[in-house]
């Protein structure tokens, strides 16, 4: 709450959710927070991919750049939880931590699981999509531990009876079984990037991926691909 934007971002979500209604939450960081984006260039141009996807399903986005685990809790914690009733909510969350913070798997591990223990708590109805964290061109550090947490996140959540629909959407980002650079938007940046955030493209394709389970969880006809 110590930087400008942030405050002003959390407080102008907090508003949007009061507005209301809300029928579906997508929680998560920068990568998230990327659909509220309009280009100019066709990769950094996600508010079509939301319109196509979200649009009229009363949909908020709370992606919060640089957010890692511990920030989306004390988000779920104050207020972003309170007063809403959605049928459903999708959570990538994660890539964070293995950032600056240089937390592991197993921390980051225990940060999801109070994540979604939070949910559960504090909205019992609403249908939870946890999403694996996506793969990244990082460091070799980055790589092993993203596969260990998406492991331990599918054994966690990955059977009936978990209460959570886990998907892995790491094989979206690969091309002749390894990560394709283009996937990504942030070596088009300048100055580049290490890849870690989808393109455009990229976030259409993650949407179409999950959208079957998306309309099931919303109980709506499913949206076609862009």
């Known amino acids: ?116 223990d939070e949910l559960h708590r504090r909205l019992p109805a609403t249908r939870i999509l946890l999403l694996g964290v996506l793969p990244s061109i990082r460091n070799a550090w980055v790589d092993q531990n993203t596969a260990a947490l998406n492991h331990a996140l599918a054994a966690r959540y990955g059977a009936p009876g978990s209460g959570v629909i886990f998907r892995d959407l790491s094989a979206l980002f690969l091309r002749n079984g390894r990560v394709d650079a283009d996937a990504f938007l942030d070596r088009r940046l300048t100055p580049p990037d290490p890849p870690l955030h989808p393109s455009a493209q990229t976030q259409a394709r993650i949407a179409a991926a999950i959208e079957p389970v998306v309309s099931s969880m919303l109980g709506d006809s499913p949206r076609p691909p862009m």
Not at 14 to 31: C, H, K, N, T, Y
Not at 34 to 53: I, L, M, Q, S, Y
Not at 98 to 107: C, I, S
């Open 1 to 116: 709450m110590d930087l400008p934007w942030w405050r002003a971002r959390f407080e102008a979500k907090q508003a949007e959710l009061r507005a209301g209604p809300v029928d579906l939450l997508w929680l998560g960081d920068s990568i998230t927070q990327d659909f509220e984006k309009d280009g100019p260039e066709a990769w950094r141009n996600f508010r079509p991919v939301w319109a196509h996807f979200y649009g009229g399903r009363h949909a908020v986005d709370l992606g919060f750049n640089g957010d890692a685990t511990c920030h989306l809790l004390w988000r779920m914690e104050h207020g972003e939880l309170d007063g809403v009733h959605p049928r459903a909510a999708i959570i990538l969350i994660g890539a964070n931590n293995f950032g600056k913070l240089h937390w592991p798997a197993e921390p980051t591990l225990a940060g999801i699981v109070a994540i979604v």
